[in-house]
Nanobody, 121 residues
Framework: QVQLVESGGGLVQPGGSLKLSCAVS??????????VNWYRQPPGKERELVAG???????NYGASVKGRFTISKDNARNTVYLQMNSLRPEDTAVYYC?????????????WGQGTQVTVSS
C-alpha cells in the first residue's frame, strides 16, 4: 500500500513555477494530527529539508527557498502542497514529503517515490 504519493514535478525554465502535491494515505494518518515536511535530494547529495507545515498550520522554510516557496495543505483532501516560484537550477532535485517524525514501516524509515523537479534553460 502506498502511503505517500508525490506529484507535480517536471521540467521548467529558470524563473518558472511548479506546484507539487503530497497525498497522504488516510489509512496511515490524517494530516490534521501530524506535521508534514517537504524534502529534496539532488543527485549525489543528501536529502535536505525544504519546508514544513505543522498540524495546526504553522510553516517553516529552508533558507534557500524562503520567499520563493509556499507550503500549504488541505486537510479535507489529506494533501500537502508546495508552490515553487522563481525556480533556479539549484532547485533541481527529487522532492519528497514525509511526516515528522518520518514514517516507520517494518522498523525502517519509509519514503515515497518522490517527484523529479528539473530547472534548466
Amino acid at each position: 500500500q502506498v502511503q505517500l504519493v508525490e506529484s507535480g514535478g517536471g521540467l521548467v525554465q529558470p524563473g518558472g513555477s511548479l506546484k507539487l502535491s503530497c497525498a497522504v494515505s488516510e489509512s496511515i494518518t490524517l494530516i490534521n494530527f501530524v506535521d508534514v515536511n517537504w524534502y529534496r535530494q539532488p543527485p549525489g547529495k543528501e536529502r535536505e529539508l525544504v519546508a514544513g507545515i505543522t498540524s495546526d498550520g504553522r510553516t517553516n522554510y529552508g533558507a534557500s527557498v524562503k520567499g520563493r516557496f509556499t507550503i500549504s495543505k488541505d486537510n479535507a483532501r489529506n494533501t500537502v502542497y508546495l508552490q515553487m516560484n522563481s525556480l533556479r537550477p539549484e532547485d533541481t532535485a527529487v522532492y519528497y514529503c514525509n511526516t515528522r517524525p518520518p514514517l516507520q514501516i517494518n522498523g525502517r524509515q519509509y519514503w515515497g517515490q518522490g517527484t523529479q523537479v528539473t530547472v534548466s534553460s
